[in-house]
């Protein structure tokens, strides 16, 4: 049975001399991160932590993430990430709802936590705490069906739940992503979206390979492609919103990503035009793939060489999974025929913590009911229409929001839109349009009126469209449709 720690420790003896994980300031061989993490693994022993106790992990991008990865698999410990950007209460909620027995983390963020959890602050007790067990080591017995993360969803709706992921489920994830990035034994993941996220499942990849992982801290248009070209990262995972700023910065040079192999695109959709534009400016360098937190990355994915044909698909069924599109009443739809998009396999979650009822409303027969939308064509590719939840129902006929930012994002000025049902006391919900300018060229509601009446059936088109300077967005870079909805109403009423 394989593990992540069985992975890594295979890594590491196959190379122990070359750079395991290095960040702006710090850098580790792949011997140094062996011994470190069993260090670190018979701390928590000493400190009573046993196989299945949870250990949350709070702090920005930097090589600990890494780290600490390995170093709780040795242990069979369950990690819980802790999404820095969070509101104290957000974060004392999953603290508390994971029951966890330690945060490690970074002391300014510690600080905004209840006081009475223990804590190890990175730093010097973190070091002190690894030198004080250098040389020992403690391992558990743990299986591949053993859980190794809870990670909370953004709770869009009331409490966020803590998906539970197994070795079984990380490694299957893994293995879908080697593939579609088209992974080499000579190339280099970087991480500059959060470790908490998406870009945590592109760190295990490193550990089929032994590659190097260079860890950014944060993203700035203007010098990130720098980095990235000094480092030779050849493998990235980036959300759309980081694509998007990359891409229309005034400075973008694609000379920059001359090293770079593949860019998995995850997270949230992007609008055909702008995925063109990152093609035309970039080269063939994006991979997409789609899934949750409940089904990691890779339900579906899509090479690089066949992005730039089909702009509109996210791709074909992953190696980990099944997947239908099936009615209201679970029943399977024809090809073309829209429906919610179902998946089950070894990449699919165990379910939520401490939910039950959430676990049985979404996972149905072993099948994962995504809440997603979309349609399969008849080579087998995916398209994805919307979330269930945000289709709008105008005068009894559903209408796609995708379809409509799709339009709207064809004009050259335009950088991201969002579209949102709103109550109307005729129809039952209308159409309405938030739009950012890129600046590159002016944008007019008379514009954008005129390209939806190119593009769409009357009853699709936009009742009001709204022009600003930004739209409120997770810390993930997710578009949050419930706050939009929330200024909207605070702006009608």
């Known amino acids: 049975m394989e593990t992540l720690s069985k992975l890594a420790l295979k890594a590491a003896e196959a190379n122990p001399e070359k750079v395991a994980v290095k960040d702006r300031e710090r850098s580790i061989t792949y011997g140094e991160l062996k011994s470190r993490t069993l260090a670190l693994s018979h701390y928590l022993n000493q400190c009573g932590i046993a196989k299945g106790d949870r250990v949350a992990v709070l702090m920005k991008n930097r090589l600990e993430h890494i780290e600490l990865d390995v170093a709780l698999a040795h242990g069979g410990i369950v990690k819980v990430p802790l999404n820095y950007r969070l509101h104290p209460k957000e974060l004392d909620y999953q603290v508390r709802d994971a029951g966890v027995s330690l945060v490690i983390g970074e002391p300014d963020l510690l600080e905004t936590l209840s006081d009475d959890l223990p804590l190890l602050l990175v730093g010097e007790p973190y070091e002190q705490a690894i030198g004080d067990h250098m040389g020992a080591s403690f391992f558990e017995e743990v299986d591949e069906d053993d859980l190794f993360a809870i990670m909370y969803t953004s709770g869009t709706t009331g409490n966020p739940k803590g998906v539970m992921l ?28 959060p470790l908490t996220h998406g870009s945590n499942f592109l760190s295990h990849v490193s550990w089929l390979y032994g590659l190097t992982q260079v860890v950014y801290d944060k993203f700035e248009a203007e010098h990130f492609l720098d980095r990235l070209a000094a480092d030779q990262v050849s493998i990235i995972f980036m959300v759309p919103t980081i694509v998007n700023l990359m891409i229309q910065d005034a400075s973008f040079d694609a000379e920059k990503l001359r090293n770079v192999k593949s860019i998995n695109m995850a997270g949230s959709p992007i609008a055909a035009a702008k995925l063109q534009e990152a093609l035309d400016k970039a080269g063939t360098i994006f991979v997409e793939t789609y899934g949750q937190v409940e089904a990691p990355m890779c339900i579906t994915m899509m090479p690089r060489n066949e992005l730039s044909r089909r702009l509109e698909s996210c791709g074909r069924v992953g190696p980990f999974v099944d997947m239908k599109i099936v009615d209201d009443s679970s029943a399977e739809v024809k090809n073309g025929e829209v429906g919610e998009i179902i998946c089950k396999g070894s990449l699919v979650m165990q379910g939520y913590w401490n939910n039950e009822k959430a676990t049985n409303d979404t996972l149905k027969d072993g099948w994962l009911h995504t809440g997603d939308l979309g349609w399969r064509d008849d080579q087998g590719y995916l398209h994805i229409v919307d979330r269930k939840k945000d289709v709008i129902i105008s005068g009894g006929v559903n209408i796609y929001p995708r379809e409509v930012e799709e339009v709207l994002n064809k004009h050259d000025g335009v950088k991201e839109t969002c ?14 349009a938030y739009v950012v300018p890129n600046g590159r060229r002016e944008v007019s509601e008379g514009d954008l009126v005129a390209l939806c009446k190119e593009h ?20 993930y870079g997710k578009i949050l449709k419930r706050e939009l909805k929330a200024m909207h109403a605070g702006v009608k009423s």
Do not use: T
Request: charge should be negative; charged fraction near 25%; hydrophobic fraction near 40%.
């Open 166 to 193: 197994s070795h079984r489920n990380m490694i299957s994830g893994a293995l879908s992503l080697a593939q579609v990035c088209e992974v080499d034994y000579d190339d280099i993941v970087g991480h500059v979206a």
């Open 419 to 432: 579209v949102i049902g709103v109550e109307d006391e005729k129809w039952g919900e209308s159409v309405v």
């Open 456 to 475: 769409l059936a009357s009853f699709k088109k936009p009742k009001e469209i709204y022009i600003v300077d930004a739209l409120p967005k997770s810390s």
